[in-house]
């Protein structure tokens, strides 16, 4: 097993098939101009080496997962915290936690469930280009 890297910043683990989360991640590589976040796709050594180091424990995860600080935040949590954490007007999307989590976290499910439905999915995980690479784990 590789030795993991080290990075500064939050990870967002995200599917690498799906066309939702990858739109997900090309949006917040745009949105992200202080450059905080670095990104792994789930499927990848990294990203299950990522969870075990964070000693996530819960259900297996396959849609977008945020870690921060050794804290793993999953289903609506993360979205929130990312949005929080991409700061400007983003950030005011967090003010949805005071919404019930499982009320929160239904919609979320709902979504990830349907993804592939409704955006499809690729035969494998994107390419960064060169430019953007730095940023993927």
């Not at 599917?15 to 949006?27: E, H, P, S």
């Not at 792994?40 to 990294?46: N, W």
């Not at 936690?97 to 469930?113: F, G, L, S």
Request: proline content about 7%; some cysteine; glycine content about 6%.
């Amino acid at each position: 097993m590789k030795p993991l890297p080290n990075p500064t910043g939050p990870i967002l683990l995200f599917d690498g098939v799906c066309n939702l989360c990858n739109g997900t991640v090309q949006f917040i590589l745009r949105a992200d101009r202080k450059q905080v976040f670095r990104f792994a796709s789930l499927q990848s050594e990294i990203g299950q080496q990522l969870l075990q180091a964070a000693a996530y424990q819960g259900p297996p995860l396959d849609s977008v997962v945020l870690i921060k600080d050794q804290t793993v935040f999953i289903h609506s949590d993360a979205v929130l915290e990312i949005a929080r954490l991409l700061g400007g007007g983003w950030a005011l999307l967090y003010a949805f936690k005071v919404v019930p989590k499982t009320w929160r976290d239904r919609i979320y499910t709902w979504i990830a469930h349907n993804r592939y439905r409704w955006f499809g999915k690729k035969d494998q995980c994107m390419i960064p280009s060169p430019e953007l690479k730095e940023r993927f784990l």
